[in-house]
């Protein structure tokens, strides 16, 4: 049965279709430009991808402010073309999942509109009101700096409405149960034109008790199970991927204690930690991150990433932490945003440096859940800190060395591709990489196909192995009789590591390399000693290369 969990051994890919590729030269990527590079990704090796909001809005959160869940946004397309696309992912054997942002609408939205005009309307109890203002209305903005207060006063309503994000995003009353029905209603709707499952915008919001009497923030944990038990009616393999940063203690409630809530969540805490290591190369922290999320129902599965479309957020570090990690990668306070994150790209965070890309993405690929990448990364795009913002990571695609970078044929599209310098597209694109066997989309390639070929790590159970050094990150994953193995040297030096393999009937305890042919031998005690180089990284599989023969049924 648990073959059947797609989730558990996929490659995600998030893009949003605006940046991809502009098929009539308007300067904003559409459907059909993305439809023309599904043989990309295809080819990259991802199996799903993560579409991010395209439905009609006024643009001012980069599309999480939607004013029609039913459409398409016209400069992206019609509804006619998501559904080609659907089916020319299902040629392919890709899977798609969308954005869900069902926390608040945009204030545009015909639904706010007549809440806050008719107080007789029926969509007015699908929003947050207050009649003064609320004693605790500057408490818990998202965007310090860009976002006041959580409550303003609209005009037209003489009233107070509540929001969770910008004053622009009303929020839904998601207990209302008319809210909750057109919710399931919208996730049937992109169900029936071909979604495998939804990534679940801000849910911790969504599932808050909202009002104005509301003090502390409670979740009502039951709304999960409802919109999960509704989604696999209409589709029985269908998933939510959660946004949820929350503490290790509450993973349980999201997941369900035996599956039956959401089936996926991103790792948050492993992220944070994952760049704190990468900072310093002091492995403790991320150790006990993997520790502390390890629990979860043998269903549930983490999305494990290492950038998106927001800041990095630090958040949940200490103090120290956060300070070291914002002295590696965003010493300046242009870096830096909401006092909490950084507004960069990876590849600029590492300075370009090929050894510490190669060790970010190994990890990121071999730690326990299904990666989640994001684009341009594969070929290691930067970031244009002159735009405003989490703007500064959202520019186009960077096809190749042509006119803006083969993203349009429009001379000026409103998100400027980046050009010039050391991340410009005439130096950082697809078509230059393709050439170079030892470029980095061809490594993230190979890499990709390698990994999916180590169902262990998506399937199995792990464990963090004991190592001589700090800096040096050792796992092990076990499942259906087969074990995988991997080193990580966050150190910028060479170094001896010293392990035990603690392998199960491996036979006589070889570590074939996966990578190269520097294989390992244990010295008949079980102890392994490998040499890694600066940054270096190994994967390795117990035993040797018979694992399929020797993969039990269950
Ligand atoms: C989380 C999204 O990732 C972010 O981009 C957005 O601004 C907020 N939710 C509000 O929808
Ligand atoms: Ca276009």
Redesign the pocket.
Known sequence: MFNELWYKNAIIYCLSVGTFLDANGDGIGDFPGLMRRLDYLQGLGVTTIWLMPFQPSPGR??G?DISDYYNVDPKYGTLGDFAEFTHACAERGLRVIIDL?V??TSDQHPWFQAARSDPASKYRDWYVWSDKKPPHSNDGV?FPGAQKSTWSYDKQAKRWYFHR?YDF?PDLDTANPQVHAELLKIMGFWIQLGVSGFRM??VPFVIAAKGPKVRRHSEQYGMLRAFREFLQWREGNAIILA?ANVLPATDLEYFGDSGERLPMMFNFQLNQHTFYTLATGDTEPLKKALVATKPRPASAQWGVFLR???ELDLGRLTPQAREAVFAAFAPEPDMQLYGRGIRRRLAPMLSGDRRRLELAYSLMLTLPGTPVIRYGDEIGMGDDLRRPD?ESMRTPMQWSGEPQGGFTQHARPPVPVISGGAYGFERINVASQRRDPDSLLNWTERMIRMRREMPEIGWGDFNVLRTSRNDVLAMRYDWRNNSVLCLHNFGPQACTVRFRSGCQGAGDDRLVNLLSDDHSQGNGDGRHTVVLEPYGYRWYRAGGLDYLLRRSEV
Request: negative net charge; hydrophobic residues 25%.
């Open positions: 959160d980069n999480y942002v926390n608040h998202v994000f995003q915008d801000a946004e998106n479309h927001d989490r």
